[in-house]
């Protein structure tokens, strides 16, 4: 997890870096001033960066070191459960069929984007409700 916590902080330097030079690029040089979209997408790169390595980071100080730390670890302290998964669920393909229709209804037509909120709304609240209805309830 410290592995990838660096990462995270190298990208984010380097996306802030790269998104200041090509802000000062664009304003020099493009008749119409900063680039409109190139240059917030760098910054929300460079953003998001930094929040998934300060996330890494502050989990690395509250948790003890994970085995991908130890350079000498087993594979077997990572076995077994990794989470709790519902068996059999229809709610992720729901959800993607979803948001396949939105981004269709942009670039196609709006109406088809009323018909992909309604199957993204039923799948995402299929899914964050399915333990508490049916077979597998708590």
């Not at 090509?22 to 190139?38: A, D, K, L």
């Not at 690395?60 to 594979?75: C, P, V």
């Not at 269709?104 to 992909?116: E, T, Y």
Request: hydrophobic share 60%; charged share 10%; aromatic share 16%.
């Amino acid at each position: 997890m410290r592995a990838s916590a660096k990462i995270f902080w190298i990208l984010g330097v380097f996306f802030l870096i790269v998104a200041v030079a090509y802000g000062f690029v664009t304003g020099r040089y493009e008749p119409m001033g900063i680039e409109p979209v190139g240059f917030p997408a760098l910054l929300a790169l460079a953003g998001l960066g930094f929040m998934i390595a300060m996330v890494l980071t502050l989990t690395i100080r509250h948790n003890e070191l994970d085995s991908s730390d130890d350079s000498d670890a087993e594979i077997a302290p990572n076995a077994g459960v990794q989470g709790s998964f519902s068996p059999y669920s229809w709610a992720p393909l729901w959800a993607a069929i979803g948001a396949a229709l939105c981004f269709l209804g942009v670039a196609a037509g709006w109406w088809i984007f009323a018909f992909g909120i309604m199957f993204a709304i039923f799948g995402i609240l299929s899914w964050v409700l399915e333990f508490s209805v049916g077979q597998h309830q708590h």
